[in-house]
């Protein structure tokens, strides 16, 4: 396997009044590589000098971001395909932008498979209180760390970003349905509906095959 390992640099820039005078800044865009085999980890970085303004990427993928540093992984199921990323950067005081592109050359590896989906593990235990204490802790990845845990209580508020979320236990004869979404640091998400059955409580896995640990 060819793997291309470089540091790509665009410089940007424009000018912000300070003082009634103009000023110039120059902003350094850069990526950790520029070409690759799929699935290939970008890492982007507007700088330090662009603290302070407003940032959008576009990966060319039909993704996005906001932050001055992202981290964007490209994927080519065959083939060759170039995805040209721009950042566009905003100064908030005059609303003046500027953008720039730099592409991203991603070739399909051999016998190419899309990454696994993480694997969610969910225990529960009691918290006191007549309330359940719901975790997702042993939760794991084969593509690296998760890193992200939403939980919805169907019908009972937003959705909860935490790894141990506590639950009323529901009263003999009713229940409650949760839907859990865990996701990677490659961005690969897998989601699993439960229902939690009221007195014992019991929790029946939905959808999905996770295990359940109690």
Avoid: K
């Avoid at 912000?16 to 982007?44: D, K, W």
């Avoid at 908030?92 to 720039?100: E, H, K």
């Avoid at 084969?142 to 909860?160: K, M, S």
């Amino acid at each position: 396997m060819l793997r291309f390992f470089t540091v790509a640099c665009v410089i940007l820039t424009f000018s912000i009044a300070v003082g009634g005078r103009a000023s110039g800044v120059r902003i350094h865009f850069t990526a950790t590589e520029t070409q690759g085999v799929s699935p290939l980890v970008v890492g982007f970085d507007a700088g330090e000098a662009a603290e302070g303004r407003e940032f959008n990427w576009d990966f060319g993928d039909g993704s996005a971001s906001g932050a001055p540093s992202p981290r964007h992984v490209f994927y080519v199921a065959r083939g060759e395909a170039i995805f040209d990323v721009t950042l566009t950067v905003t100064n908030p005081d005059d609303g003046s932008t500027t953008t720039s592109e730099q592409p991203i050359i991603v070739s399909a590896r051999e016998h190419f498979r899309a990454p696994d989906q993480p694997r969610v593990q969910l225990a529960s235990r009691p918290a006191g209180d007549g309330r359940l204490l719901l975790d997702a802790s042993d939760s794991s990845s084969a593509n690296g760390e998760v890193v992200r845990y939403v939980w919805q209580f169907v019908g009972d508020g937003p959705p909860v970003v935490t790894t141990e979320p506590e639950l009323d236990v529901a009263a003999p004869g009713s229940s409650q349905d949760l839907i859990l979404t865990i996701t990677d640091e490659l961005n690969v998400s897998a989601t699993h509906r439960y229902r939690v059955s009221g007195g014992a409580p019991i929790i029946t896995p939905l959808g999905g095959s996770s295990p359940l640990r109690r």
